[in-house]
Nanobody, 117 residues
């Protein structure tokens, strides 16, 4: 299984970035796709998630600024990030959860987002 994340980079405060994460090799039914982020010394936190029925969930800190979407045919999840703030600086990880005889948890390699003030 491979999760290939892309789209990170350096952007000024107020700018936008779009992250993508394409999964390949998952043999089980994907139940959710999501994005997490982590800064050094802190725990990884959920940024946004979208479940199989289409419902979405966002961290309070990104509501109204970030939008998660997906392309099921391509097993790809996106994160559109607008009005970026320096506090959004982190390594962003994509996550797919699938269900077979048990739950499977897959992670991408992480993509760095740096927001300058």
């Amino acid at each position: 299984v491979q999760l290939q994340a892309s789209g990170g980079g350096l952007v000024q405060a107020g700018g936008s970035l779009r992250l993508s994460c394409a999964a390949s090799g998952i043999q089980y039914s994907i139940k959710s796709m999501g994005w997490y982020r982590q800064v050094p010394g802190k725990q990884r936190e959920l940024v946004a998630a979208i479940i199989s029925g289409g419902s979405t969930d966002y961290a309070d800190s990104v509501k109204g600024r970030f939008t998660i979407s997906r392309d099921n045919a391509k097993n790809t999840v996106y994160l559109q990030m607008n009005s970026l703030k320096p506090d959004d600086t982190a390594v962003y990880y994509c996550n797919f959860q699938a269900m077979g005889v048990r739950w499977y948890d897959y992670w991408g390699q992480g993509t760095l987002v740096t927001v300058s003030s």
